[in-house]
């Protein structure tokens, strides 16, 4: 762990990085090297693990590199992220993936922008895959029209209207206010983050980064887009160990997600055909594997700016 001196002025309280790790295997490694380029602040890592077993996270706990926290079982993110969280004395807190790589700076990028939005609830990296695409990682608040556009074409048709408006990938990526940031790395304001109660633990994966900045913003706080922060984010190992799986709960956590939107007796058929859908959706997934992968990046990482505006 980083014992780099804070900045002038600053107390010296590490920033607290939150990992929930389920056999992370080498990229555990590579997240932490990395890290020691991405920020000159004092640190501290966190390890929620939800029940690895290849012994990567007691690696690291064993040469000092971040402390273990056994959650017990298989959580969730959302749930494991909350406790990593738990006792932080940061005002800043970083919520991560393992298998992100942090480009140099940029965890210094996103406090640095935290620091030019007073309301920021959460600040988000662009984030890029091991392909060069920019993810879209900063997205509009969902719509029932564009969700349904987005779901239903998106796989066989990435340029449609509906999947450009949710994802907001439309112009070059500037620092800006969104509707909602992934969860693969996000930098979270701890006193907003706490005053919400922190991630909905009924979403055991999928839907709770959606789901927390409805609700930071619900309690006036801003999702702030930094695409002069980047990182890289593998992704894709839990789908590919376990695909079948992470189709029903990637579907599972959509229907509760837009559940409880259009809760209510009135609008009980409007559920009936979200679920029916959804689980037309989902078989097909099973047999039309592109249907579960979605529609992919619509653009190259190099329209990232090179600096803040």
Same mark, same amino acid.
């Given at each position: 762990?980083?014992?780099?001196? #804070? *900045? @002038?002025?600053?107390? =010296? %309280?590490?920033?607290?990085?939150? +990992?929930?790790?389920?056999?992370?295997?080498?990229? &555990?490694?590579?997240?932490?090297?990395?890290?020691?380029?991405?920020?000159?602040?004092?640190?501290?890592?966190?390890?929620?693990?939800?029940?690895?077993?290849?012994?990567?996270?007691?690696?690291?706990?064993?040469?000092?590199?971040?402390?273990?926290?056994?959650?017990?079982?298989?959580?969730?993110?959302?749930?494991?992220?909350?406790?990593?969280?738990?006792? #932080? *004395? @940061?005002?800043?807190? =970083? %919520?991560?993936?393992?298998?992100? +790589?942090?480009?140099?700076?940029?965890?210094?990028? &996103?406090?640095?922008?935290?620091?030019?939005?007073?309301?920021?609830?959460?600040?988000?990296?662009?984030?890029?895959?091991?392909?060069?695409?920019?993810?879209?990682?900063?997205?509009?608040?969902?719509?029932?029209?564009?969700?349904?556009?987005?779901?239903?074409?998106?796989?066989?048709?990435?340029?449609?209207?509906?999947?450009?408006?949710?994802?907001?990938?439309?112009? @070059?990526?500037?620092?800006?206010?969104?509707?909602?940031?992934?969860?693969?790395?996000?930098?979270?304001?701890?006193?907003?983050?706490?005053?919400?109660?922190?991630?909905?633990?009924?979403?055991?994966?999928?839907?709770?980064?959606?789901?927390?900045?409805?609700?930071?913003?619900?309690?006036?706080?801003?999702?702030?887009?930094?695409?002069?922060?980047?990182?890289?984010?593998?992704?894709?190992?839990?789908?590919?160990?376990?695909?079948?799986?992470?189709?029903?709960?990637?579907?599972?956590?959509?229907?509760?997600?837009?559940?409880?939107?259009?809760?209510?007796?009135?609008?009980?058929?409007?559920?009936?055909?979200?679920?029916?859908?959804?689980?037309?959706?989902?078989?097909?997934?099973?047999?039309?594997?592109?249907?579960?992968?979605?529609?992919?990046?619509?653009?190259?990482?190099?329209?990232?700016?090179?600096?803040?505006?």
């Amino acid at each position: 762990m980083s014992t780099t001196p #804070a *900045r @002038s002025g600053e107390p =010296v %309280v590490p920033l607290r990085i939150a +990992v929930v790790t389920f056999s992370p295997g080498a990229h &555990l490694r590579q997240f932490l090297d990395s890290l020691e380029t991405a920020t000159t602040r004092p640190y501290e890592v966190v390890l929620a693990d939800n029940g690895s077993t290849d012994g990567s996270p007691e690696a690291a706990a064993g040469v000092g590199r971040a402390r273990l926290l056994r959650t017990g079982g298989n959580l969730g993110y959302g749930a494991a992220s909350n406790r990593a969280v738990a006792g #932080a *004395r @940061s005002p800043w807190v =970083v %919520v991560a993936n393992p298998d992100v +790589v942090w480009m140099p700076g940029s965890l210094d990028e &996103l406090l640095d922008a935290a620091d030019r939005w007073p309301r920021a609830g959460a600040v988000g990296p662009a984030v890029r895959t091991p392909d060069g695409d920019l993810y879209p990682s900063a997205r509009a608040k969902p719509s029932l029209g564009r969700g349904i556009g987005h779901a239903l074409v998106g796989w066989w048709w990435p340029a449609n209207p509906w999947t450009a408006s949710y994802r907001g990938e439309r112009g @070059s990526p500037v620092e800006e206010p969104v509707g909602w940031l992934s969860g693969a790395c996000l930098l979270l304001r701890r006193d907003a983050f706490e005053a919400v109660d922190g991630f909905d633990e009924s979403y055991f994966m999928f839907m709770e980064d959606l789901d927390l900045g409805e609700r930071l913003g619900a309690a006036g706080w801003q999702n702030i887009y930094a695409p002069s922060a980047v990182v890289e984010h593998t992704g894709g190992h839990s789908w590919r160990r376990a695909p079948a799986r992470m189709l029903y709960h990637h579907h599972r956590s959509v229907y509760r997600y837009l559940s409880r939107r259009y809760a209510g007796l009135s609008r009980a058929p409007l559920r009936a055909m979200i679920a029916g859908g959804l689980t037309a959706r989902f078989l097909g997934a099973l047999v039309v594997h592109r249907i579960g992968r979605g529609a992919p990046p619509a653009r190259r990482a190099d329209v990232l700016p090179s600096a803040h505006p």
